[in-house]
């Protein structure tokens, strides 16, 4: 934890082991805000530390659970942990979902979590999926959707994501390593070594950079020599991208979005305007527009200065959210973002709310806009709190956003952590232990797995 704690304050008054202080971390529940306990840490921590934390956290609302059945409450649904922060004075420290791995030995006999998702868009119709400490790649136009690959690892893979150039996928895992595969053979062409897990992974949009995500530092590879270019450790990140088009780097650690240059080690721009930590930010696909949604419940619209590459100012403030933004998409004339179990759908030249969609039963966790730009996709009920949990409570819809029409609805009776629109008429959904693909009401694909932990569509 010493990363994740490095410029934190003190605020136990008590000194920690061989070096710092120890200091106090607060369990929350990341949409209510509820406090759910604390425990005092020391900077030599490991997150496995934590552990005892959650773990006392999921058995409480396992105990209430309990006490629902047995009065047989109608109105107290059987209550769950799903989904948390972790915080000093306040400050997000973690936004992952490391409840898979503190309660895996519990939950083992039922299946695991999704940990995260990536979708990157390719021509070829596949689907990437890690399982425990292999990766698979499947053909969703094949008869029957058989796999195509194997990717074997030496410990559980975290991440899979396809790069732009068609050709490779790239996997990271918990044994520090991120490995190139050739999508023709399943070949490891390259091997990207790292002190700790590799949590995320990004590719520029010319394929020739990785970026990649350990213990809050970030680092990026260039492909083709697999040789570190570029290494950030002096803060701890939370969320790293490639801005397209270019080869610069944005960084969320706090409530100031960062921007860096990959010839320099300071950044070259910070977008200051937020008062709460980011949760979320997407790049529009020129490079030149950034949008980000934070806690203090606002979203904001950044520009890069014609007059100056390096430059950027807040083009416009977006209000009208209840909550902390949790997810964002963008489309060539819109832009959406949600809070709790409401979307809304913003004009991206004039910063007018067009539509405000809230006909969810769950929080929102995603959102993709189909590529004409006029519906919207939205997966609810992805687990971001502690919530009663009903069995109609986690699903997808997609909107029309001129006549806010349900065109489609789906209820999977598990929790939905990512959906995607293909081609326009099939909607994929992932949930915590399947992966299913859908069309005009018929389920035409349904993989279940034990302990999915990530996948990608092409």
Not at 321 to 339: E, V
Request: charged letters at 20%; glycine letters at 8%; a negative charge.
């Amino acid at each position: 934890l010493r990363g994740v704690l490095a410029g934190q304050p003190d605020t136990t008054g008590h000194h920690g082991r061989a070096m710092g202080v120890t200091r106090k971390v607060t369990l929350r529940a990341a949409l209510t805000g509820s406090k759910l306990g604390e425990k005092e840490v020391h900077p030599d921590d490991t997150v496995g530390n934590l552990r005892p934390l959650v773990l006392a956290a999921a058995r409480q609302t396992s105990m209430m659970s309990r006490l629902s059945e047995a009065t047989e409450l109608s109105v107290c649904p059987r209550v769950t942990l799903l989904r948390f922060d972790l915080c000093i004075n306040n400050k997000v420290l973690f936004d992952h979902q490391l409840i898979c791995d503190c309660l895996e030995c519990e939950e083992s006999a039922e299946g695991g979590f999704v940990d995260s998702v990536d979708v990157v868009y390719l021509p070829a119709p596949c689907l990437g999926t890690a399982c425990g400490s292999s990766a698979r790649i499947w053909n969703l136009s094949a008869p029957g959707f058989g796999t195509v690959l194997d990717l074997p690892s030496d410990a559980t893979v975290r991440k899979i994501t396809f790069m732009p150039d068609q050709q490779h996928v790239v996997t990271s895992s918990d044994d520090g390593t991120a490995r190139l595969w050739r999508l023709d053979g399943g070949e490891c062409v390259q091997t990207f070594q790292h002190p700790s897990s590799v949590s995320d992974l990004a590719c520029s949009s010319n394929s020739e950079l990785l970026l990649t995500l350990s213990n809050g530092h970030v680092s990026v590879w260039r492909i083709k020599t697999g040789t570190c270019i570029w290494h950030l450790e002096n803060v701890y990140i939370l969320q790293a991208l490639f801005i397209p088009q270019t080869e610069e780097v944005l960084s969320i650690a706090d409530e100031t979005p960062k921007i860096w240059n990959l010839q320099r080690s300071d950044p070259i721009a910070s977008l200051e305007g937020h008062s709460a930590v980011v949760l979320s930010a997407l790049c529009f696909p020129n490079g030149e527009r950034i949008c980000s949604g934070a806690l203090d419940r606002s979203v904001r619209l950044w520009q890069r200065e014609v007059d100056s590459w390096d430059s950027w100012k807040c083009l416009r403030t977006l209000h009208g959210h209840f909550d902390g933004i949790r997810a964002l998409a963008l489309s060539r004339d819109f832009i959406a973002s949600a809070s709790g179990c409401t979307a809304r759908v913003w004009c991206a030249g004039t910063g007018s709310c067009d539509s405000i969609i809230n006909d969810h039963a769950g929080s929102i966790h995603c959102m993709q806009f189909s590529s004409d730009g006029y519906r919207l996709l939205v997966a609810y009920g992805c687990g971001r709190e502690v919530f009663n949990i009903m069995n109609n409570c986690s699903g997808v819809k997609l909107w029309c956003i001129a006549s806010k029409q349900c065109l489609a609805s789906i209820q999977t009776g598990d929790f939905v952590l990512f959906a995607q629109l293909l081609d326009g008429q099939n909607i994929l959904v992932a949930s915590s232990k399947r992966v299913e693909m859908w069309q005009s009401g018929q389920r035409l694909l349904d993989l279940p797995f034990r302990g999915l932990r990530a996948f990608a569509v092409s």
